[in-house]
Every structure is written in C-alpha cells, then in structure tokens.
C-alpha cells in the first residue's frame, strides 16, 4: 500500500489517468491525496470531479482558489471569467450531487507525517493552529450559511493575519493564504500581486515557505497552486503542481520514499496569453 500525492489536475483528466496507471496506482489499495484545483481552466473539468467523487474512499483532497470559485459561481456569487471551464460542471444533471461534496472538503489535511493545503501557511500559525483555522472555513461551507460565507470569501484584503479578526476579514485572510498566497513579506504580509517565478520577485517578497520564524517549520508541507515555481522539494515543503495546464507536466509524490514521477502534458493554455490567470 502506498499513498501518492498528486498536483493540481485542473480538468486535465486525461493526464490524471494516464499518472495513474503510470503510477501503477491501484484503487483498492493505494491512497491518493490531491493538492486542490481539481477544475477549472482545462477540458474535462466535470470528469476529474466525477472520478474524485466515486473513489472518495480513497482519495483526499483539499480545496483550491478554483475548486471554491466553481463553488461560488454555482450560487451565483461569483463571475464568471471568459476562461473558465467550469460550465459542463453548472449543466450536468449530477453537478448538485457534485458540488454539495465538494463544498464539504477540508481545506488543509495532516496524516503520515505530513500536513497538505492548496497554497501555503502564514509564518504565524503552527501546523496544530492552521488546522483549527482551516476548520472555521470549513465548518462555514458545510454550514446551513455558506452562501453567506461564499459572497463574502472574494477579496485582497486583510493582508495580514490577526488573532483579533473576526467575521468576514478573518475568513478571508485564512482563505487567501491557503489557497491563493505564494509570497509573503519578510514579516508576513501576504502579496498577492505578484505570482510569477521566485527569482523575478521583487526583492521585498519572499516565498511563503521561506519566511522567518514559521511556526509550522518542522512539518512538511505538500502543497501545490504555484505551476511557476514548478516542483520543488525540501525539507518543510513539498510543491508538486508542475503546470499541467500550461504545457508542464502532471507530477505525483509517494509520500513516503518522496520519490516523485511526472506526466508530460500538451498545453490548453497559453502562458503568454494569460499571464495574470495562473
Ligand atoms: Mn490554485
């Protein structure tokens, strides 16, 4: 039995299938973790959605900036923007059954030594806090109010957590690091503005995961959401999604020899194109 962690898929089910079968991964015996981003911006959204749902007994996954804008556009509190491919989703006879699971998926996982979310930690909260933090969101979503929480998750602002927060602000800042954040400054101020490669960040920026005195240091992270920076392994964080969508590869982590096997993919996107969408 092993447990595979596998990179943002984002409806390049193909490719999903054929990391699979590469892996050798076997469906009655294997776990697979994946790293959010399930939908969005490739062809077979609705596909990659399906699988995960009929083999949720193996599978875990935590959500991603994509995975809760599908989920606020099917309530009709999000836009939607003129790439997304999320619509086979919002017509599918099954979508409601779809989404309803979806919308009860943790935002960041811990087993086998090691803790998963979308995006990344802010420096502040230890793995123990950023779990508890992760369960405000996600008891807000599986809630009888999500809608409420839903129409109040898009925004920049706050850019800095506080144990003070509260409401609206304090989902926010959890949401956006967890599933938006790849740079922090140097005390912790999430910057979403820039999402390119580490090395043409401004000098002020750091990687969320280079920050000083992280609280969470110690466990390592498997996280994804940051195709630019591609895969990259260290002690404290494994980032597997190595940009399917954009041309990459697709990359799958066995999470305990940390070997990793990666799928070469054609691109459905172009990253000049596009450069602000990744
Ligand atoms: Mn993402």
Redesign the pocket.
Known sequence: MAIYAIG?IQGCFVQFQQLLRKIDFNPGKDGLWLT??LVNRGPQSLEVLRWVYQHQDQVEIVL???DLHLLAVSEGLGKLHRDDTIHDILNAADGKVLLDWLRCQPLMLEGHGYAMV??GLLPEWSIAKALRLAEEVEDGLAGPYYRDFLSRMYGNKPTRWSDDLKGGDRLRVIVNAM?RMRFVTRDGEIDLGFKGERDAAPAHLVPWFEAPNRRHAGTPVIC??WSALGVHLDEDVLSIDSGCLWGGSLTALRLDSRETVSLPCPAFREVAAQPAAR
């Open positions: 943002d959010g981003d991603g900036n994509h979308h995006a599933t994804g959401h």
